[in-house]
């Protein structure tokens, strides 16, 4: 393919891109196949000669869409969202065009300053402490990671390296792996599971601290398992608290926690993956109050705010502690401007991709205006949905309902539930996933896509209402 070919191919698949996401709510939003359907339909071994470029793009309706779930449609109501827009399309192109591997200053400048410079822009739209900002002399400052879990890993490795480094250096006796050995890290017991795999990873003692009736962690909790921990002889190093959890959507009361964590020198991570893209509203930003006492911040512009996958933006109060636990540099990688900022040194692999090219065309062509105006729809077609579950007497609400997620379920069995759920699934004109809270089983409704609007809202409460009234009549339940 030569540069006419591209530009003709090119124009024609931006086409096929922009025809997929108007038509999306046309197709059946969760596919109807088996493990396994695709090897079937392609060859076992790569073609020796070229293909037509006509012959690829046939393949795509007849091998690939039919096992995609369609994660934009706005029947889509599972997980937390995945953000989508044309202007971080039009980036990620840009960013594949140039193809820099941005490991350094010198590998690629643009991609290492315009990264630093959006961080700050994010930053000062959520009104982070100036600690986080790297400016021009701050101590702080952002980065972007691949995914929530990765800055989890990142925050709690940077942790373990500091403490190792504190302990030694007043028992420099003390070995390594003896330290080690000793560590602990906390959790809510409503933390994402990356959270408790970046234990494993690092390997050291994961704790989960018991949550409160809103499924939010106080801090007289962490106080009295600090507590019993350094009695025993333990060494907390790490906590990581949730600002909108994966199940409902809870807080953990960092305005508790952060002075406590402080007081004791523990690093406190707030991992904010899906609610942190709403800190841009005022009204939501009182969410964040707390973020003052935290060592490090991260959340998901790939989820919620127009910047598709990946971009995970990722702050820290100083980034030494995170420098000082990656930074090797041999001498194929050094240059005369060291210290203008290599954010392999932030992170686990050395190359990067110029991701910041999605959120500096988002940032402009959105403004913040229009970034806060997407927030507040989402959140108000989860009210609406909130509204048509409490006005039916069957269902409950099962969490407060604070952004974009409803957890709800009908009144009575978990077993009752799950068939709920499974009709909804299986009929595939909506998908959901559900959750756990308090032991009960609950169906988790997440206000997901760009296009949705009101009239998905309703259709998929009529959907859900329908399947209800099925259920119940032929299990002969009254209410």
Same mark, same amino acid.
């Given at each position: 393919?030569?540069?006419?070919?591209?530009?003709?191919?090119?124009?024609?698949m931006v086409d096929y891109v922009a025809?997929?996401? &108007?038509?999306? +709510?046309?197709?059946?939003? %969760?596919? *109807? #196949?088996?493990?396994?359907?695709? $090897?079937?339909?392609? !060859?076992? &071994?790569?073609? +020796?000669?070229?293909?037509? %470029?006509? *012959? #690829?793009?046939?393949?795509?309706? $007849?091998?690939?869409? !039919?096992?995609?779930?369609?994660?934009?449609?706005?029947?889509?109501?599972?997980?937390?969202?995945?953000?989508?827009?044309?202007?971080?399309?039009?980036?990620?192109?840009?960013?594949?065009?140039?193809?820099?591997?941005?490991?350094?200053?010198?590998?690629?400048?643009?991609?290492?300053?315009?990264?630093?410079?959006?961080?700050?822009?994010?930053?000062?739209?959520?009104?982070?402490?100036?600690?986080?900002?790297?400016?021009?002399?701050?101590?702080?400052?952002?980065?972007?990671?691949?995914t929530a879990s990765e800055a989890t890993?990142?925050?709690?490795?940077?942790?373990?390296?500091k403490i190792i480094k504190l302990i030694?250096?007043?028992?420099?006796?003390?070995?390594?792996?003896?330290?080690?050995?000793?560590?602990?890290?906390?959790?809510?017991?409503?933390?994402?599971?990356?959270?408790?795999?970046?234990?494993?990873?690092?390997?050291?003692?994961?704790?989960?601290?018991?949550?409160?009736?809103?499924?939010?962690?106080?801090?007289?909790?962490?106080?009295?398992?600090?507590?019993?921990?350094?009695?025993?002889?333990?060494?907390?190093?790490?906590?990581?608290?949730?600002?909108?959890?994966?199940?409902?959507?809870?807080?953990?009361?960092?305005?508790?926690?952060?002075?406590?964590?402080?007081?004791?020198?523990?690093?406190?991570?707030?991992?904010?993956?899906?609610?942190?893209?709403?800190?841009?509203?005022?009204?939501?930003?009182?969410?964040?109050?707390?973020?003052?006492?935290?060592?490090?911040?991260?959340?998901?512009?790939?989820?919620?705010?127009?910047?598709?996958?990946?971009?995970?933006?990722?702050?820290?109060?100083?980034?030494?502690?995170?420098?000082?636990?990656?930074?090797?540099?041999?001498?194929?990688?050094?240059?005369?401007?060291?210290?203008?900022?290599?954010?392999?040194?932030?992170?686990?692999?050395?190359?990067?991709?110029?991701?910041?090219?999605?959120?500096?065309?988002?940032?402009?062509?959105?403004?913040?205006?229009?970034?806060?105006?997407?927030?507040?729809?989402?959140?108000?077609?989860?009210?609406?949905?909130?509204?048509?579950?409490?006005?039916?007497?069957?269902?409950?609400?099962?969490?407060?309902?604070?952004?974009?997620?409803?957890?709800?379920?009908?009144?009575?069995?978990?077993?009752?539930?799950?068939?709920?759920?499974?009709?909804?699934?299986?009929?595939?004109?909506?998908?959901?996933?559900?959750?756990?809270?308090?032991?009960?089983?609950?169906?988790?409704?997440?206000?997901?896509?760009?296009?949705?609007?009101?009239?998905?809202?309703?259709?998929?409460?009529?959907?859900?209402?329908?399947?209800?009234?099925?259920?119940?009549?032929?299990?002969?339940?009254?209410?």
């Open positions: 393919m030569d540069a006419a070919e591209f530009r003709r191919r090119g124009k024609e025809d997929y996401l &108007e038509n999306i +709510e046309k197709r059946q939003v %969760y596919p *109807d #196949v088996e493990p396994g359907y695709l $090897r079937s339909l392609i !060859p076992e &071994e790569a073609p +020796e000669e070229a293909e037509s %470029y006509e *012959d #690829v793009v046939k393949d795509i309706e $007849r091998v690939i869409m !039919p096992g995609v779930t369609h994660w934009h449609s706005p029947y889509f109501y599972a997980y937390f969202p995945t953000a989508n827009s044309f202007p971080s399309l039009l980036a990620d192109m840009l960013c594949g065009a140039i193809g820099c591997i941005g490991f350094s200053w010198a590998a690629s400048p643009a991609c290492t300053e315009l990264e630093t410079v959006m961080l700050d822009w994010l930053g000062k739209m959520l009104k982070l402490p100036a600690d986080f900002l790297a400016g021009t002399e701050g101590r702080g400052g952002g980065v972007i990671q691949g890993l990142i925050a709690l490795l940077a942790a373990r390296s030694q250096a007043d028992h420099p006796d003390r070995s390594e792996t003896d330290i080690i050995s000793k560590l602990v890290a906390y959790s809510s017991d409503q933390a994402h599971s990356s959270v408790e795999r970046a234990g494993l990873i690092a390997g050291v003692k994961m704790k989960k601290i018991p949550t409160d009736n809103k499924f939010s962690v106080r801090g007289d909790a962490l106080q009295k398992v600090l507590e019993e921990d350094r009695a025993a002889g333990l060494i907390p190093f790490f906590f990581c608290a949730t600002l909108g959890t994966t199940p409902s959507c809870a807080f953990d009361c960092i305005t508790e926690l952060g002075p406590i964590c402080n007081a004791v020198e523990i690093w406190m991570h707030i991992d904010a993956a899906y609610a942190g893209s709403a800190f841009i509203c005022p009204e939501f930003r009182p969410l964040l109050n707390g973020i003052e006492f935290a060592d490090s911040f991260n959340f998901n512009p790939h989820k919620w705010l127009l910047v598709n996958f990946d971009c995970s933006a990722m702050w820290v109060k100083k980034r030494s502690d995170i420098i000082g636990a990656f930074k090797i540099e041999p001498l194929y990688l050094k240059h005369d401007h060291q210290e203008s900022g290599n954010h392999s040194h932030w992170q686990i692999p050395l190359g990067r991709r110029f991701r910041s090219l999605k959120m500096w065309f988002v940032f402009r062509m959105y403004g913040l205006k229009g970034l806060q105006a997407y927030i507040r729809k989402h959140v108000g077609l989860a009210k609406e949905f909130e509204s048509l579950v409490r006005a039916d007497q069957r269902f409950e609400i099962s969490a407060d309902v604070v952004l974009g997620l409803v957890c709800f379920r009908l009144k009575g069995s978990n077993e009752l539930n799950e068939t709920l759920l499974k009709r909804i699934n299986n009929a595939r004109n909506i998908h959901l996933v559900p959750c756990q809270l308090a032991g009960k089983f609950v169906l988790r409704f997440a206000v997901c896509a760009r296009t949705t609007e009101s009239r998905h809202i309703q259709e998929a409460w009529c959907h859900i209402s329908h399947l209800a009234s099925e259920l119940l009549q032929e299990l002969k339940i009254k209410y």
